[in-house]
T-cell receptor, first 113, second 112 residues
């Protein structure tokens, strides 16, 4: 199993819908998870961080962490065409040393008009 | 001004040439990282440094070397560039273990 695993997509949603992006990780003891948004040819931009079980909301974004299931998700409400990008999940995974971020390969999101 | 600055933004070089990519930051972070990104392969860690005297190899360090000249500067060198080193290279910084990373704008390197 990869340390951080994401479906590569593309995930297509209509404008105004909720986009749900998912990520699983390999080690139950892992801490501190992050979601990055990356437009094609640009650098990753941090959009959400989550450190404890439950939900964290910031504007249209909600991050969810379930440590028992080793699962992190990102919900984007009222999706806009400008949300079309690749979303990278990352975490401090113990099997990766635990002292630096391990990134998933990303899920491509397409928001269609 | 950007918090994490990479130079050059784009570079085309010939096989066998030595090339240096530079990264500087104004965030005051101790931790710095170099990644390369290839389509379908995601971000792969080349080298990282937790302070000026600390340099560590990442998962794909062969063919690369680094220099941490100061807290704010971390350079990546390709000693003898080869075409499969054509990629998008990112520098990143972080404040402490458990914090998120801030990425530079990237260097698009093409080796012909």
């Amino acid at each position: 199993q990869k340390e951080v695993e994401q479906n590569s997509g593309p995930l297509s949603v209509p404008e105004g819908a909720i986009a749900s992006l998912n990520c699983t990780y390999s080690d139950r003891g892992s801490q501190s998870f992050f979601w990055y948004r990356q437009y094609s040819g640009k650098s990753p931009e941090l959009i959400m961080s989550i450190y404890s079980n439950g939900d964290k909301e910031d504007g249209r974004f909600t991050a969810q962490l379930n440590k028992a299931s080793q699962y992190v998700s990102l919900l984007i409400r009222d999706s806009q065409p400008s949300d079309s990008a690749t979303y990278l999940c990352a975490g401090y995974i113990l099997t990766g040393g635990g002292n630096k971020l391990t990134f998933g390969t990303g899920t491509q999101l397409k928001v269609e008009l | 001004d950007a918090d994490v600055t990479q130079t050059p933004r784009n570079r085309i070089t010939k096989t066998g040439k030595r090339i240096m990519l530079e990264c500087s930051q104004t965030k005051g972070h101790d931790r710095m990282y170099w990644y390369r990104q290839d389509p379908g392969l995601g971000l792969r860690l080349i080298y990282y440094s937790f302070d000026v005297k600390d340099i560590n190899k990442g998962e794909i360090s062969d063919g690369y070397s680094v220099s941490r000249q100061a807290q704010a500067k971390f350079s990546l060198s390709l000693e003898s560039a080869i075409p499969n080193q054509t990629a998008l290279y990112f520098c990143a910084t972080s404040d402490f273990q458990g914090s998120g990373y801030t990425f530079g704008s990237g260097t698009r390197l093409t080796v012909v």
